[in-house]
C-alpha cells in the first residue's frame, strides 16, 4: 500500500508526518528517518483500529475496509 504522506519541520526543529487520507494519523520524531519510522507505525495502528471497528461493525453493514 501505497499512501502520501505530508512531512513538516516541527517548531522544535524536528519533523511532523500526517496522513491526509487517514484522518486524524499523524507521527513525529526528531529526524526525518525517525518521523518516517514513526509515521509507519502509525499507519499501521490506525489500519489496525479501523479494521476491529469495521469487525465490530459487521453486523450492521456499515463500514467495510478494503484493501486496494
Given amino acids: 500500500m501505497n ?3 505530508v512531512v513538516q519541520r516541527g517548531e522544535d526543529r524536528g519533523f511532523v508526518v500526517s496522513v491526509p487520507a487517514l484522518p486524524g494519523c499523524w507521527s513525529q520524531g526528531a529526524t526525518r528517518d ?3 519510522a514513526n509515521i509507519r507505525e502509525a499507519i499501521q495502528g490506525w489500519l489496525e483500529a479501523a479494521q ?3 469487525d465490530s461493525n ?3 453493514g456499515s463500514l ?3 484493501t486496494v
Fill in 3 to 5: 499512501l502520501k504522506v
Fill in 34 to 36: 525517525e518521523a518516517m
Fill in 52 to 54: 476491529e471497528k469495521c
Fill in 58 to 60: 459487521a453486523l450492521e
Fill in 64 to 66: 467495510e475496509l478494503v
